[in-house]
């Protein structure tokens, strides 16, 4: 099988696209409108770009009327966003803030998570989330679509302060991945979830590039 997505329709009943650039790490972000009210929504397109400072990147397709989202409304105005990792046992709250309320309510109150005030940023955090990344916007990248829907922002943002919960850092200073339990999204309805890692080492790589996939760089 095989077709051009831009001139073809798919032959699939359902488009294999976001089911082939699998899994992708999800986007749980919370923000605050100039009112102060929070906003709190999972992107899943989501990813880090560098380290040196690390810097981030999310993806917000409009709607279908041509608005952007609020947090990218709320990112641009404020000049701030927030990383919450999101985690298996946080899966239903995840689901519930990606549901599109009336401008003014509060995802935090409606996904059943706590608020927990940032440092630098204006809007807060998830408290039970284990690992947050306050985000200071840095700028935004309009990809025009075939249609609204297909339109995007790409927003960019640098990492200002991160927090980890003490519990979830092993002796050896590392994540504890299987014990968080990163969610994932697939295509469809469908996500993953991580309880199992291996590793695998560069052959011949020197010490300045062990010292970047470490992390000691």
């Known amino acids: 099988m095989k077709y051009s997505p831009g001139s073809e329709k798919s032959p699939l009943p359902f488009s294999p696209f ?20 929070p906003n709190l929504a999972p992107y ?30 709320n990112a641009e105005r404020t000049g701030w966003f927030v990383w919450n990792m999101a985690t298996y046992d946080l899966r239903e709250a995840v689901n519930y803030s990606a549901m599109a309320l009336p401008p003014g309510e509060n995802e935090f109150e409606h996904a059943g ?30 990809l025009p679509g075939a ?3 297909g339109t995007v922002d ?3 943002g640098q990492v200002e302060r991160i927090h980890i919960k003490d519990e979830v850092i092993t002796p050896e200073g590392r994540l504890d991945i299987p014990r968080i339990q ?7 309805y ?22 970047g996939l470490e992390g000691r760089a």
């Open 18 to 37: 976001k089911s082939c650039t699998v899994p992708r790490p999800i986007g749980w972000l919370s923000t605050v409108n100039e009112a102060g009210v």
């Open 182 to 188: 990163p969610i994932a999204r697939l295509g469809y």
């Open 44 to 73: 899943s397109q989501w990813q880090n770009l560098t380290f040196d400072p690390p810097m981030v990147m999310f993806s917000a397709n409009q709607y279908p009327d041509g608005r952007k989202k609020d947090t990218v409304i």
């Open 190 to 211: 469908d996500y993953t979830v991580v309880r199992e890692t291996f590793e695998m080492r560069v052959p011949g790589a020197d010490d300045d590039a062990r010292a």
């Open 147 to 149: 249609s609204n829907m």
């Open 154 to 156: 790409v927003v960019y």
């Open 113 to 142: 998570v706590t608020e927990q005030p940032a440092d630098l940023a204006p809007g807060p955090m998830v408290a039970e989330s284990p690992v947050h990344f306050e985000c200071r916007y840095l700028t935004t990248h309009h």
